[in-house]
């Protein structure tokens, strides 16, 4: 990222004291502007000429469109994702060419998690419809990821497991290379659409009016039933093929 000095890493820590250790290692500075995206009293107990704190809970907009709002930006700016050298270097060692399309079949919770053969069955469709296409497949680290996306990397298809094992800038890096991301509401969601490529995010239980994915080519189809209560089972591979399919044709 541009002009980006220094990343602070907060662990946690027993009894809440990794906010006591975030405020020592800011203290002594004196801030020109603390932007707080949790509402978070540690804000308040710092050196700034200027505050610009977001309180949590649920809104009824789409969260990028909130955040604008509490900087006077209008319309609402894209996320972005900048990429080096190097790790765009290393995304071209494993997806070489323009042909893979992105799949995340996992999420930080169950309910948001679009059941695996599904995936299998939408990848199935989409090579039939576009036979030179390619499938890298991404999840986040650990066993658990690794066992939900698992049955997709051991499907009959041209597959590349690209999971688990790679820094969110080198993913970033990863995704511009691919043609389109279909995916469980979560975290790859949204930063494949700061890359800018098509994305498709599945939604169920989660509010799409808030959580959609926000680019230039993003997109959500959401599971039928009741607004942010639906079951992920109640999103057909159907609805979301026809949904690729206009997104893809129209990249």
Known sequence: MPRCKQVL????????????TLWKQCVLQSWDLIVDLRGSAISYVLWAKKRVVIRGGRIKEKRVEYLARAFHLQP????????????????????????????????NWAGKVWDVNRFIKLAHRIQTLFPNSQFAVFYGPGQQEYEMASPLLNADLPIIDVGGNFTLAQVAAMFSQCKAFVGNDSGLMHLAAACGIPVLGLFGPSQVSEYAPAGKKATAVVADGEKGKASMNALSVDKVFVVFKTLFEER
């Open 9 to 20: 890493i907060m662990e946690k820590q027993r009894y809440d004291l990794h906010w006591f």
């Open 76 to 107: 609402a700016p894209l996320p972005v994702m900048w990429i080096d050298q190097e790790d765009r270097a290393l995304a071209e060692c494993y997806l070489p060419n323009n042909t893979y399309i992105a799949l995340a079949p996992t999420a």
